[in-house]
């Protein structure tokens, strides 16, 4: 698969992940549940990836935050649009180059390093994975 039909796939796994993100913005405060939730997604598909944490350049508040976020081989999901790029969307892809331009990530300590899921939140979040994951399969 080239490049662009990689991007394009993700695109669209990311509009499906954005809505589910928003819906819910209890569970999805912020991007570690976001990021677990697409990090799971993810696995579904098949896609390699790894979760990342560091500190970014926040666009809107013009400063530093602790954030966390998700690689693949050539993209990266934004897990927190709103907060981070100052765009109203639950879950968005972009090219390394892009992300890395607006934010100057910086890694650092993970955030992802807390207690492991309950059982019952890996039945949510499979469940929410398994929703996103039918309304991709409705855009290929």
Request: hydrophobic share 30%.
């Given at each position: 698969?080239?490049?662009?039909?990689?991007?394009?796939?993700?695109?669209?796994?990311t509009?499906?992940?954005?809505?589910?993100?928003?819906?819910n913005?209890?569970?999805?405060?912020?991007?570690?549940?976001?990021?677990?939730?697409?990090?799971?997604?993810?696995?579904?598909?098949?896609?390699?990836?790894?979760?990342?944490?560091?500190?970014?350049?926040?666009?809107?508040?013009?400063?530093?935050?602790?954030?966390?976020?998700?690689?693949?081989?050539?993209?990266?999901?934004?897990?927190?649009?709103s907060?981070?790029?100052?765009i109203?969307?639950?879950?968005?892809?972009?090219?390394?180059?892009?992300?890395?331009?607006?934010?100057?990530?910086?890694?650092?300590?993970?955030?992802?390093?807390?207690?492991?899921?309950?059982?019952?939140?890996?039945?949510?979040?499979?469940?929410?994975?398994?929703?996103?994951?039918?309304?991709?399969?409705?855009?290929?």
């Amino acid at each position: 698969m080239s490049q662009q039909e990689d991007l394009e796939k993700l695109r669209k796994l990311t509009d499906c992940l954005g809505p589910k993100i928003m819906e819910n913005e209890v569970v999805y405060r912020g991007c570690v549940e976001s990021g677990q939730l697409i990090s799971i997604t993810l696995n579904k598909l098949g896609i390699n990836h790894r979760r990342v944490s560091g500190k970014v350049k926040s666009l809107p508040e013009k400063k530093e935050l602790q954030h966390c976020w998700i690689e693949t081989d050539d993209f990266i999901i934004e897990t927190n649009p709103s907060q981070i790029l100052g765009i109203g969307v639950g879950a968005l892809t972009l090219t390394k180059d892009t992300w890395r331009e607006l934010t100057e990530p910086k890694e650092g300590e993970s955030l992802f390093s807390g207690p492991s899921l309950t059982e019952a939140g890996k039945r949510f979040y499979d469940a929410e994975a398994e929703q996103v994951l039918r309304c991709f399969r409705g855009k290929q």
